[in-house]
C-alpha cells in the first residue's frame, strides 16, 4: 500500500489493490499491521512527491492522512 503504487500522480489515488488484499485478510482471518507513509528513499516515492515540500506541506500531510 505504498504511495507511489496507490497515487502514481497527486489527487489520482487507487486503492483497488490494497482493499483487495485486505479484503482477502480479512476474510481468512489474517492479521495485517501498518506502518509510516512516505519512505525516505526517493526511489520508493512518486515522482509528484518531488514537489511536496515546495507548498503548504501540513495542509498535504493532513489531507494523505484523512484518505
Known amino acids: 500500500m505504498k504511495s507511489y503504487s496507490t497515487e502514481p500522480e497527486q ?3 487507487d486503492y483497488s489493490v490494497p482493499d483487495a488484499m ?3 485478510t480479512q476474510q481468512n482471518r489474517i492479521e495485517v499491521r501498518g ?3 512516505f519512505r ?3 526511489r520508493f516515492q512518486p515522482k509528484w ?3 511536496f515540500f515546495t ?3 501540513v495542509d498535504l ?3 494523505n492522512a484523512k484518505t
Open 49 to 51: 512527491l518531488d514537489d
Open 40 to 42: 525516505e528513499d526517493p
Open 11 to 13: 489527487g489520482k489515488e
Open 55 to 57: 507548498v503548504n506541506v
Open 61 to 63: 500531510l493532513l489531507q
Open 35 to 37: 506502518h509510516n507513509v
Open 22 to 24: 485486505l479484503n482477502f
